[in-house]
C-alpha cells in the first residue's frame, strides 16, 4: 500500500521568513495530494490540495508543486505569520478510501 | 455551517466499559472515516464507510466497530476499551464519487482516555 513520509517532523521560522515541508509518496498511482493544517485542540483542516495533472497550485500565501517523476511534493508556504504555527499534515491517495497521512510536521513562526 | 460533530470531546473509561463516539455531518457527504491520531504515527484509519450499509476496515480496525445505518451518522463503538485505545480520535466526511479524490472535513476529535 502507500507510504508517506514528511520532514521535517519539526520547523521553526521567523515571522516574515519561507516556510517549506517536503513529503514523499511510494505509490505511483497515487493521484490526489491534499494537504491539511491542525491548529491546537481542532481537527485537520484542508488548505490546499494538488491533482496528479498540474504540477504547481498557489493560494494566496501558500503553494504545493508535485513531482510525478521523482514522487515528492512540497507545501511552501511564504511572508509566514504567527497563526500559521501549526502542525501540518500531507497526504496521498489513489481514491478516497485508501488516503493515507504522513506523520506530521510542528510548525512554530517566532514573532 | 457545514460540519462534521463529534461527541464527546473527552472521555475518561476504565477497562472493558462499552462506551459509543458518535460522529454526525450536515454535508450529505457519502464518504465518513474514523482515524485515531497518536503522537509521532500521524493519523491512522480505523473504518470508513462509503455509503450508507457499506463499512470496510482500515489500517487498526481492531478492537472497533462500526456503523452506518443513515448517511449523516457513523458512530465508533468500543466494545471492550483497553488501554492501548487511549488516543484521539477524529471523524471526517467527504464527497465520493467512485474513483476520484476529495478532501476531508474532519470534526474537533475526541480524546478519549482508558484506565
Known amino acids: ?44 483542516q484542508l488548505i490546499i490540495d494538488i491533482r496528479s495533472n498540474v504540477g504547481e497550485k498557489k493560494d494566496q500565501r501558500i503553494a504545493v508543486t508535485l513531482n510525478k517523476t521523482a514522487k515528492h511534493f512540497s507545501l511552501h508556504i511564504t511572508e509566514t505569520q504567527p497563526e500559521d504555527s501549526a502542525v501540518y499534515f500531507c497526504a496521498a491517495s489513489i481514491s478516497n478510501n485508501d488516503m493515507r497521512f504522513g506523520a506530521g510536521t510542528r510548525l512554530t513562526v517566532k514573532p | 455551517e457545514a460540519q462534521v460533530t463529534q461527541n464527546p470531546r473527552y472521555l475518561i473509561t476504565v477497562t472493558g466499559k462499552k462506551l459509543t463516539v458518535t460522529c454526525s455531518q450536515n454535508m ?88
Open chain 1, 1 to 44: 500500500g502507500e507510504n508517506v513520509e514528511q520532514h521535517p517532523s519539526t520547523l521553526s521560522v521567523q515571522e516574515g521568513d519561507s516556510a517549506v515541508i517536503k513529503c514523499t509518496y511510494s505509490d505511483s498511482a497515487s493521484n490526489y495530494f491534499p494537504w491539511y493544517k491542525q491548529e491546537l485542540g481542532k481537527g485537520p
Open chain 2, 28 to 115: 450529505n457527504h457519502e464518504y465518513m472515516s474514523w482515524y485515531r491520531q497518536d503522537p509521532g504515527l500521524g493519523l491512522r484509519q480505523i473504518y470508513y464507510s462509503m455509503n450508507v450499509e457499506v463499512t470496510d476496515k482500515g489500517d487498526v480496525p481492531e478492537g472497533y466497530k462500526v456503523s452506518r445505518k443513515e448517511k449523516r451518522n457513523f458512530p465508533l463503538i468500543l466494545e471492550s476499551p483497553s488501554p492501548n485505545q487511549t488516543s484521539l480520535y477524529f471523524c471526517a466526511s467527504s464527497l465520493y464519487r467512485g474513483s476520484a479524490n476529495y478532501g476531508y472535513t474532519f470534526g474537533s476529535g475526541t480524546r478519549l482516555t482508558v484506565v
